[in-house]
């Protein structure tokens, strides 16, 4: 039975909270704490999956204790429920909080959310990796992009479309857009998954304090350089698979999908590389020698890939279910259901045309699929793809896949 942890200063929050997840009293174990001070205590005493925190309180205040709880307690999912909350106070919290909610919050919105998070657990075996991902805040991200970005974000000449041209370039920053917008705090009735638009509905002020907030310059934290991989490789390529994504028809949803999913789809690599930089090294190593795909080498060496990995993070942090299932399946169409041009089959297929791209170089390999091509359903396009990927590349190395 998973145990959450709900925090607030006022108790008539606190007996409400109760009254309202009655009905979940068979499926979670409740602790309810009045302040940040009495949920430490109780943490020290027992384990829970989620804290659901409050973010105005006296003494120690919601972010004071997401900082703990994330120092201490890493694999833990954490949730604000906060009114009326300002989003400049929400950026404070965006490096310690996965999600946010709004008060008054009712009961299917509050379940959901607890309920992603819960669900996510025992999704990856390896629990230190687990560990990681929860504890982080922020992911590392291309100085060259974030010091153009940084800069356009001063020119006040620079429009929100120029500045949401060179954030679909940038991973990190990116998948912070979606998880801000998709957040309650914006109150928006739908999921979000064009960064286009979710820079327009954050505007100038809250992109320039959310830049400065996450500070992802700095949050690249490899002191070294790593064998085999490069942020900038690794930002050109994911950059190119979003582009390619737009040469297949799509209904106007599931293209921002594709899209969000294509430039995200690596994700995992930037938490290995943040987080575990030794295992990534590993994994590129072996995939050279062995000649093999690192996702393949990733499974067999650790039992979880980056596609995995990266899922795991995008899920914790309430990016659309669709994104994260485009990211997570990026490698493995077929175990998807045969739905013909789905996003998260685009996604796969623009990956691999992406890499041939990428080591053709060769503009006019960005025109799009021949119409038989995208008459075909995933599983034929699967094949034609993974025949044209062999005769495209010459034999060498193929762990970038």
């Given at each position: 039975?998973?145990?959450?942890?709900f925090?607030?200063?006022?108790?008539?929050?606190?007996e409400?909270?109760?009254?309202?997840?009655?009905?979940?009293?068979?499926?979670?174990?409740?602790?309810?704490?009045?302040?940040?001070?009495?949920a430490?205590?109780?943490?020290?005493?027992?384990?829970?999956?989620?804290v659901?925190?409050?973010?105005?309180?006296?003494?120690?205040?919601?972010?004071?204790?997401?900082?703990?709880?994330?120092?201490?307690?890493?694999?833990?999912?954490r949730?604000v429920l906060?009114?009326?909350?300002?989003?400049?106070?929400?950026?404070?919290?965006?490096?310690l909080?996965?999600?946010?909610?709004?008060?008054?919050?009712?009961?299917?919105?509050?379940?959901?959310?607890?309920?992603?998070?819960?669900?996510?657990?025992?999704?990856?075996?390896?629990?230190?990796?687990?560990r990681a991902?929860?504890?982080?805040?922020?992911?590392?991200?291309?100085?060259?992009?974030?010091?153009?970005?940084?800069?356009?974000?001063?020119?006040?000449?620079?429009?929100?479309?120029?500045?949401?041209?060179?954030?679909?370039?940038?991973?990190?920053?990116?998948?912070?857009?979606?998880?801000?917008?998709?957040?309650?705090?914006?109150?928006?009735?739908?999921?979000?998954?064009?960064?286009?638009?979710?820079?327009?509905?954050?505007?100038?002020?809250?992109?320039?304090?959310?830049?400065?907030?996450?500070?992802?310059?700095?949050?690249?934290?490899?002191?070294?350089?790593?064998?085999?991989?490069s942020?900038?490789?690794?930002?050109?390529?994911?950059?190119?698979?979003?582009?390619?994504t737009?040469?297949?028809?799509?209904?106007?949803?599931?293209a921002?999908?594709?899209?969000?999913?294509?430039?995200?789809?690596?994700?995992?690599?930037?938490?290995?590389?943040?987080?575990?930089?030794?295992?990534?090294?590993?994994?590129?190593?072996?995939?050279?020698?062995?000649?093999?795909?690192?996702?393949?080498?990733?499974?067999?060496?650790?039992?979880?890939?980056?596609a995995?990995?990266?899922?795991?993070?995008?899920?914790?942090?309430?990016?659309?279910?669709?994104?994260?299932?485009?990211?997570?399946?990026?490698?493995?169409?077929?175990?998807?259901?045969?739905?013909?041009?789905?996003?998260?089959?685009v996604?796969?297929?623009?990956?691999?045309?992406?890499?041939?791209?990428?080591?053709?170089?060769?503009?006019?390999?960005?025109?799009?699929?021949?119409?038989?091509?995208?008459?075909?359903?995933?599983?034929?396009?699967?094949?034609?793809?993974?025949?044209?990927?062999?005769?495209?590349?010459?034999?060498?190395?193929?762990?970038?896949?």
């Amino acid at each position: 039975m998973k145990r959450i942890l709900f925090v607030d200063d006022e108790p008539r929050v606190l007996e409400g909270l109760k009254r309202l997840l009655r009905p979940q009293r068979h499926e979670w174990e409740m602790a309810f704490a009045e302040g940040g001070e009495a949920a430490l205590a109780l943490l020290a005493r027992d384990p829970f999956d989620v804290v659901v925190t409050d973010m105005r309180m006296p003494g120690m205040d919601g972010a004071d204790l997401l900082e703990k709880v994330r120092e201490l307690y890493p694999h833990m999912g954490r949730i604000v429920l906060s009114g009326h909350i300002e989003v400049q106070f929400a950026l404070r919290t965006v490096r310690l909080a996965h999600q946010f909610l709004l008060k008054p919050c009712d009961a299917a919105a509050l379940r959901a959310a607890i309920g992603r998070v819960c669900n996510l657990e025992g999704t990856l075996p390896n629990e230190s990796l687990a560990r990681a991902i929860g504890g982080m805040g922020e992911l590392p991200s291309s100085p060259r992009l974030y010091c153009s970005l940084t800069q356009a974000l001063v020119n006040p000449d620079c429009s929100l479309d120029q500045i949401g041209s060179i954030i679909e370039k940038d991973v990190a920053i990116s998948a912070k857009v979606l998880q801000l917008v998709n957040s309650a705090l914006f109150g928006l009735s739908r999921d979000i998954s064009s960064v286009r638009d979710g820079v327009s509905y954050l505007g100038f002020n809250t992109l320039q304090n959310l830049v400065v907030t996450v500070e992802a310059l700095r949050a690249f934290p490899i002191s070294r350089r790593l064998s085999g991989f490069s942020i900038d490789v690794f930002e050109k390529h994911a950059e190119t698979t979003a582009r390619v994504t737009r040469s297949f028809s799509l209904p106007k949803e599931a293209a921002e999908v594709a899209l969000a999913g294509g430039l995200l789809h690596d994700v995992g690599k930037l938490v290995l590389a943040a987080c575990l930089p030794e295992q990534l090294e590993e994994a590129l190593r072996v995939a050279e020698e062995r000649k093999k795909p690192l996702h393949e080498v990733e499974a067999e060496l650790y039992g979880v890939t980056h596609a995995d990995i990266g899922a795991y993070l995008l899920g914790l942090w309430g990016l659309p279910k669709q994104i994260t299932h485009a990211v997570a399946y990026h490698h493995s169409p077929l175990s998807l259901p045969d739905q013909g041009l789905s996003a998260s089959a685009v996604v796969y297929l623009s990956n691999i045309l992406a890499h041939e791209i990428d080591r053709d170089a060769r503009p006019t390999a960005l025109a799009a699929p021949a119409p038989p091509l995208r008459e075909l359903g995933v599983r034929e396009q699967y094949a034609v793809l993974q025949e044209r990927a062999r005769a495209a590349v010459a034999p060498g190395v193929n762990h970038a896949c």
